[in-house]
């Protein structure tokens, strides 16, 4: 089975990841979609973030009427903070019968050289990318490398910082998440 890994802190999970997952899921060659919540990014201040059971719950929430997307703790039990190569290496160790892809977005593709390991990523996985709007070029020998696939995917533009400062203001935002996403927000009462 080929699986795109998805990852993300999803804090909160929004309508602009399902969109891209459930596009990876209907429009790419990827058998299912494991959208891995990561407990603690290399690049992101953990203190804003949510408990790891609640943003899987979030998720959960998110993906239940979505048969090929599911949602992932693999992350949970990993040595922190989370290093891509690593969690690659540990899936590929307890699945081998599965080839793991990764999907990101054009955004994160610019960054890899700075990932730990990103040769062997690239070596060894194919990488499926989304566009994002930005300023900056993609290094073009990264965009012509055999396991990089530029996919004509949506362009969603929905942070979830500014989700979670439209919550803390009083916005309504809701819209922006799956329904059942924002009921669990609204009863825990996060990110008032």
């Known amino acids: 089975m080929k699986i795109g890994l998805y990852f993300g802190t999803f804090n909160p999970v929004h309508i602009g990841h399902l969109i891209i997952a ?41 993906v239940e009427e979505y048969p090929k997307i599911e949602a992932s703790t693999i ?20 699945y081998p019968q599965h080839e793991f892809c990764l999907i990101m977005g054009e955004d994160n593709l610019r960054t890899l050289h700075k990932w730990k390991n990103y040769e062997v990523i690239l070596e ?4 499926y990318v989304y566009p994002r709007i930005g300023e900056q070029e993609t290094k073009p020998e990264l965009l012509a490398h055999p396991n990089v696939h530029v996919v004509d995917a949506p362009v969603v533009e ?35």
């Not at 990827?30 to 990014?41: F, S």
């Not at 039990?77 to 540990?90: D, E, G, I, K, V």
């Not at 060894?124 to 990488?127: A, G, L, P, S």
């Open 22 to 62: 459930n596009h990876f899921a209907e429009y790419s060659d990827l058998d299912k979609i494991w959208m891995v919540i990561t407990p603690h990014n290399p690049f992101k201040k953990k203190k804003t973030l949510l408990d790891n059971n609640h943003r899987y719950q979030l998720v959960l929430e998110a």
């Open 158 to 192: 929905i942070s979830s910082t500014a989700i979670r400062k439209a919550i803390k203001a009083g916005k309504n935002c809701r819209p922006l998440l799956p329904h059942s996403v924002w009921i669990y927000i609204d009863q825990m009462n996060f990110y008032r």
């Open 75 to 94: 992350e949970f039990n990993l040595p922190q903070p989370n290093y891509t190569s690593n969690t690659l290496a540990h899936l590929q160790e307890k």
């Open 124 to 127: 060894r996985h194919e990488i």
